[in-house]
C-alpha cells in the first residue's frame, strides 16, 4: 500500500483551523506538498464537488484539514429491521485514500476530499463526557474506523499515538481501531493495553484485488496483525463484506488458513461476519465510477432494511460455510457475530439467538471464552 | 439593440445557429398573432449582411404564415454569437418549459460558441433545472450528440436524467433495436428495462443484441396480437427472471406448492418479500361469522394435508 505522504496531491486549509497542533503536525509532514488557504468552506466543497468528473476519486488525493463542528462521537446506525451491537463510531477522519468499490462512503458523504479534523481538543472534552456518563454502565465498545480507515492516514496524522494512551486511560471502553491498511509503524512504538483492539477487514484475494483498489493483498494484512499481536495488543478480524465470486469458497478458506496459522485465536478479540449489503442509490455511484465491478450484476434482493443484500439462501451458505471454517481454524471460543443480521440468520448461522443488541454488547466485550448469550 | 420594421421575408432562415426551440408548430401562435398583432418583437442580429433571428423562430414563421409585413423587430448589431445566444436562452427559459433535447441543444452550442465549462456548469445548468455538476453537464452533451430521429424521440418523451443516463449506456444501434418497446412504458419501467437488460448482457457475458435474440423474446414479438406495451412488459418480465434466477426458481416451487394444494380463491398465502423474513402470511376476507368460521375450518383442513409442509420446504434442499 502506498504511503499517504505520497499519494496525496494538494492541501486544502480551512482558514480557521491553521492554528491546531494536528494542522502543523500534518503540514510539517507533507512539506512541499502544494497548499491552498480556503477562506470559505461551503463554496469550496461545493466547486470541489461540481467542477469534476469523478469527484470521490479526486478527492482521495487531496486533504482537507478542518473542523468538526458537530458531535465526533454517534451510536453506529446499523440498519432498521436487523440486529445491531451498540458499537459507538469517533468521526476523526472522512474518507478514505483506498477505493473499494463497494464502500458505503460514496453515498454517505457530500464531502468527497480525505477530510483530517484537526481540533483533537475538542474530541477529548467530548470524550470524557461520554466516558463520564457511562460510567458504572458496563464497557462499551467504540472505535474510529466507520467513516473512513482507522489507519490508512496514520502516518501522517500519528491519531494511533494519542488515541492508544488516551484510551488505556478509560477501561470502560474497548476502543477499535479498524483498518485494512498495512501503516502500523506508529503501533509498534506504543504500549498495548488489554482494552485496545487492532482490526482488519479481511476478504478474499480475488476480492481484495479486484474490489479493494489500492489496500495491500490480505497477506500482509494478516502479517501486519501477527507483528502487532507480537507488540501486546489484540487483534480483531472483519469478514465483512463477503463477495460471491467464483471459487469464494476456497478464497475464503484460504485466508482463514492464513490467519489461523499465524494469528494465536486468544489475541483475538473478536471476528465479524457481514455479507455485501448497500442501499439502492450506492448500485448507480458503483455503476458510474466501477463500471467493470461484476458486484453490479449480482442476484440482489432488497432487504426489510430496503437494502440490496444477496439471496437469503446465498447469503446463509456464505456466513455459514466462513463461521464453519474460522471454528474449524480457530476454536470455538473466539467470538463471531454477524453485521447487520436479522436473529434468524444468527440462530440458523451461529447456532445462537441473541435477546437482543444488548447481548451482543455484552456477548462481545466479555473475555473471550467465557462468552455466552443470557 | 437598434428596434426597427422589416419584411420577414428579409430573414435568414436558414441560419439557426441561434434556435433554441426544437418543435416545429407555430400554429398556436397564428391565432393570437392574427387576433392581438405581434406583442413581442423577435430579436434578430446581422451577420455577413444578413439579417439572422436570435429569438422568436415561431412568431417570425407564423407572421410569414399571416403574410404580414412589416414587423417590428429588434436587431442586435454589436454582441458577439455567445452573447446574443445567451439572450435566446433567457428569453426561451423565461416563456416556457424547456424539453431535455432543448436544454441539452442549449449547453452544446454555448460550448459550441466558446462559452468556459465553468459557465456551463454554475450558470447554465441551473438556469435549466439542472443540478450543477460535470457529469450532468456530460450526460446531457451526449443527448445533443443523439441522431436526430432518436432526439425526436426523446423530445417527446422528455425522459428523466435517471433513463437517460440508462439508455446512454447502449450503442445507437441498440438503442433502435429498443425503441419499439422501452418508450411504451412509465418511466420507472423504463429505467427498469435498461438496467435490466445491460445486467444480464453482463452476468451472462454476452451482447444485449444477443441477449434479445432469445428464442423467449422472438416469441413474444412474434405474438402479433399483443399491444407493443404488452410485448415491453413481457420482455420485462422475461429479463427478470434472467436476472434473478434464485429467486425465480424459489417463487416457481412455492407457486407449485401452492397449486398443489389447490387453494380456492379469496384465501391468499404469500411468503414474505424475496423470502427475506421466516414468517407467510396469509390473508382472507369474510362477510359474516359464518363465512368467517367456514373459512376456518377450510384453512384448518389445509394445514392438516401433508403437502401443506411445502411450503415451508427449502427448494434447495430437494
Ligand atoms: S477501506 Fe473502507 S473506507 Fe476505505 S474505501 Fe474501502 S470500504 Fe471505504
Redesign the interface.
Known amino acids: 500500500m502506498n504511503d499517504p505522504a505520497l499519494t496525496i496531491e494538494r492541501i486544502f486549509l480551512d482558514a480557521a483551523c491553521l492554528d491546531y497542533p494536528l494542522t502543523r503536525r500534518i503540514r510539517e509532514r507533507l512539506s512541499g506538498t502544494p497548499e491552498e488557504i480556503v477562506q470559505d468552506p461551503k463554496t469550496f466543497l461545493e466547486e470541489y464537488?461540481?467542477?469534476?468528473?469523478d469527484p470521490l476519486g479526486d478527492g482521495k488525493r487531496a486533504l482537507w484539514l478542518t473542523r468538526q463542528k458537530g458531535d465526533f462521537l454517534k451510536p453506529c446506525p446499523c440498519t432498521p429491521h436487523y440486529l445491531g451491537c451498540r458499537y459507538v463510531t469517533i468521526n476523526l477522519d472522512l474518507n478514505c485514500p483506498l477505493d473499494c468499490t463497494y464502500c458505503i462512503l460514496q453515498l454517505y458523504l457530500s464531502n468527497p476530499l480525505l477530510t483530517v479534523f484537526v481540533n483533537t481538543p475538542d474530541l477529548w472534552l467530548e470524550l470524557d463526557a461520554f466516558l463520564g456518563r457511562r460510567q458504572g454502565g458496563g464497557q462499551v465498545r467504540i472505535g474510529t474506523g466507520e467513516l473512513g480507515d482507522s489507519l490508512a492516514l496514520d502516518p501522517i496524522t500519528e491519531r494511533s499515538r494519542e488515541l492508544i494512551p488516551y484510551f488505556r486511560q478509560h477501561p470502560e471502553a474497548l476502543f477499535e481501531l479498524k483498518t485494512k491498511s498495512t501503516h502500523i509503524q506508529n503501533l509498534l512504538t506504543i504500549d498495548p493495553a488489554p482494552n485496545i483492539v487492532i482490526a482488519w477487514s479481511l476478504n478474499a484475494p480475488a476480492v481484495a484485488q479486484e474490489d479493494e483498489g489500492g489496500a495491500p493483498p490480505v497477506s500482509e494484512r494478516i502479517e501486519a496483525a501477527r507483528r502487532v499481536v507480537e507488540q501486546g495488543f489484540r487483534t480483531a478480524f472483519h469478514f465483512d463484506p463477503l463477495i460471491r465470486h467464483p471459487g469464494w469458497k476456497e478464497g475464503y478458506a484460504g485466508v482463514i488458513r492464513q490467519l489461523s496459522a499465524r494469528i494465536p485465536s486468544d489475541r483475538i478479540a473478536w471476528i465479524s461476519l457481514g455479507a455485501l449489503r448497500f442501499p439502492p442509490a450506492l448500485k448507480?455511484i458503483m455503476a458510474?465510477r466501477h463500471p467493470d465491478s461484476?458486484l453490479?450484476?449480482e442476484?440482489f434482493?432488497?432487504?426489510?432494511d430496503g437494502k440490496f443484500?444477496y439471496?437469503?439462501?446465498?447469503r446463509l451458505e456464505m456466513l455459514f460455510f466462513t463461521a464453519e471454517r474460522l471454528r474449524e481454524g480457530l476454536g470455538r471460543e473466539v467470538p463471531l457475530y454477524l453485521c447487520m443480521e436479522?436473529s434468524?440468520i444468527w440462530r440458523r448461522v451461529l447456532k445462537k439467538e441473541p435477546a437482543g443488541e444488548e447481548d451482543i454488547e455484552g456477548y462481545l466485550t466479555s473475555p473471550a471464552g467465557l462468552c455466552q448469550f443470557t | 439593440m437598434k428596434f426597427t420594421q422589416i419584411d420577414p421575408g428579409e430573414i435568414d432562415l436558414a441560419d439557426d445557429r441561434f434556435r433554441v426551440s426544437f418543435s416545429d408548430s407555430f400554429d398556436e401562435l397564428v391565432g393570437s398573432i392574427r387576433d392581438l398583432g405581434l406583442l413581442n418583437p423577435p430579436v434578430l442580429a446581422k451577420r455577413e449582411g444578413r439579417l439572422i433571428l436570435v429569438s422568436g423562430w415561431k412568431r417570425v414563421r407564423a407572421c410569414r404564415a399571416l403574410l404580414l409585413s412589416p414587423i417590428p423587430v429588434f436587431v442586435e448589431e454589436e454582441k458577439d454569437d455567445l452573447e446574443l445566444f445567451r439572450i435566446a436562452v433567457y428569453e426561451n427559459t423565461s416563456s416556457r418549459t424547456l424539453s431535455i433535447v432543448e436544454k441539452a441543444g442549449i449547453l452544446s452550442r454555448q460550448q459550441g460558441f466558446g462559452a468556459p465549462q465553468d459557465e456551463l456548469i454554475r450558470r447554465t445548468l441551473p438556469l435549466l433545472g439542472i443540478p450543477p455538476t460535470m457529469e450532468y453537464l456530460q450526460l446531457f452533451l451526449s443527448v445533443a450528440g443523439m441522431d436526430p430521429e432518436e432526439k425526436k424521440i426523446v423530445h417527446e418523451k422528455d425522459p428523466t436524467a435517471a433513463v437517460l443516463q440508462a439508455l446512454l449506456a447502449f450503442s445507437p444501434a441498440e438503442r433502435a433495436r429498443l425503441r419499439p418497446w422501452l418508450w411504451t412504458l412509465g418511466q420507472n419501467k423504463q429505467k427498469e428495462l435498461l438496467n435490466t437488460l445491460r445486467e444480464v448482457a453482463a452476468r451472462e457475458s454476452i451482447s444485449p443484441e444477443q441477449v434479445l435474440a432469445h428464442p423467449r423474446i422472438r416469441e413474444l414479438v412474434a405474438e402479433e396480437q399483443l399491444l407493443p406495451r404488452q410485448q415491453a412488459e413481457r420482455l420485462l418480465d422475461h429479463l427478470r427472471e434472467r436476472r434473478n434466477p434464485s429467486l425465480t426458481a424459489w417463487s416457481r416451487v412455492f407457486d407449485g406448492a401452492l397449486q398443489k394444494l389447490g387453494i380456492e380463491k379469496g384465501i391468499v398465502i404469500a411468503p414474505s418479500p424475496f423470502f427475506e423474513g421466516e414468517d407467510l402470511s396469509l390473508h382472507f376476507s369474510f362477510r359474516s361469522r359464518e363465512e368467517f368460521l367456514e373459512r376456518l375450518a377450510r384453512l384448518k383442513n389445509l394445514g392438516d394435508r401433508a403437502e401443506f409442509c411445502d411450503l415451508f420446504k427449502d427448494p434447495e434442499d430437494e
Open positions: 464537488r461540481q467542477k469534476r468528473t448507480e458510474q461484476r453490479l450484476y442476484e434482493i432488497r432487504g426489510l443484500r439471496f437469503k439462501p446465498h436479522s434468524e
